[in-house]
């Protein structure tokens, strides 16, 4: 059933949204006057003109036009000219189902949407009619969706249960190491040689049985040198791939072998490690509540779409 997280969720992606609507459907450049229009789409009983398409995927196409060239970028451009026609017509369909379901939308809820978007940046102007359409119809879209599809879902305990073993390595939690290091950087640009020297000194006293910390103490560069290089925990892979490397077999109190990184030269020591852990399944049931509603949402929406296009008169003239 959805409940008042959801409902909060939903409201408070409203905004992002309309945004997205806004910066979608508008166009830096007015239809221009010499352009040969034309029906690309009949849905129902209302047109879709070539001039919407354009307006449509304007800014995509300049998007496109950045990164792409010659055979390349046709192709993309008319690949996203086809998904710019058929997001208008799952727009309109929509719109249509939500004038025969007498949905509406308040004037004062348009003003406040779009005071909102106008604190965020967008370019929409409140005493511009077509800006005051495109909000509304926004509203419409997602009060309908809201009415048909997000106001009927129902998540259950087996729903969640499910989603959690059949996906448990997303609730895992990498594994953790506890390190300390000593880091020796060059002094210049040609300085690697003497900080492989220095390193080699460091290793040698660490293998005649000093004590990490005191040769930390004395070698290393790292601000933590006075704490015998204490790094503390770090999770796995949030470390460079060499040092990760490096570390992978070492057991608590293993020292690895001199590692070359973009800090400098380095030398670690494995002060303990945590194994990979999966979080029960109490610990993430919110979690899982969120992720099952997105995901039942999106699969009842996109069925929603199909259901309107199956029971609806779309010709396509592109």
């Not at 609507?21 to 040969?36: C, D, M, N, R």
């Not at 040198?225 to 040092?243: H, K, N, S, T």
Request: charged share 30%.
């Amino acid at each position: 059933m959805i409940t008042a997280s959801h409902r909060a969720c939903w409201k408070t992606s409203l905004l992002s949204s309309l945004l997205l609507f806004a910066f979608v459907g508008w166009s830096p450049y007015p239809a221009s006057a010499h352009l040969q229009d034309r029906i690309v789409a009949i849905v129902n009983s209302e047109l879709i003109m070539l001039s919407d398409v354009r307006r449509e995927f304007a800014a995509e196409q300049e998007r496109l036009s950045r990164v792409h060239r010659g055979a390349d970028l046709a192709q993309q451009l008319k690949t996203a000219e086809s998904m710019a026609l058929t997001k208008l017509i799952e727009r309109k369909l929509q719109l249509q189902e939500a004038k025969a379901k007498k949905v509406e939308v308040a004037d004062s809820e348009v003003k406040q949407a779009l005071e909102q978007m106008k604190r965020q940046g967008t370019p929409l102007d409140p005493a511009n009619p077509n800006d005051l359409q495109t909000v509304r119809d926004q509203l419409l879209l997602m009060r309908v969706a809201d009415q048909q599809i997000r106001g009927n879902i129902m998540v259950g305990d087996s729903e969640l249960k499910r989603y959690y073993n059949d996906h448990r390595d997303r609730f895992a939690l990498s594994e953790e190491y506890e390190l300390s290091h000593i880091l020796i950087r060059p002094r210049a640009s040609d300085g690697l040689a003497d900080a492989l020297i220095k390193a080699r000194r460091a290793m040698s006293d660490l293998k005649r049985g000093e004590k990490f910390e005191d040769v930390a103490r004395e070698y290393s560069d790292d601000d933590n040198a006075l704490q015998g290089g204490r790094l503390g925990l770090v999770r796995q892979g949030e470390l460079l791939p060499a040092i990760d490397q490096a570390i992978a077999r070492l057991v608590p109190g293993g020292i690895s072998d001199i590692i070359e990184s973009p800090e400098g030269i380095q030398i670690l020591r494995m002060d303990d490690r945590k194994p990979k852990r999966f979080r029960t399944y109490e610990e993430v049931r919110r979690e899982l509540q969120e992720l099952v509603y997105r995901q039942k949402s999106e699969d009842m929406y996109q069925a929603w779409l199909v259901e309107l296009k199956n029971k609806s008169y779309i010709e396509i003239k592109f």
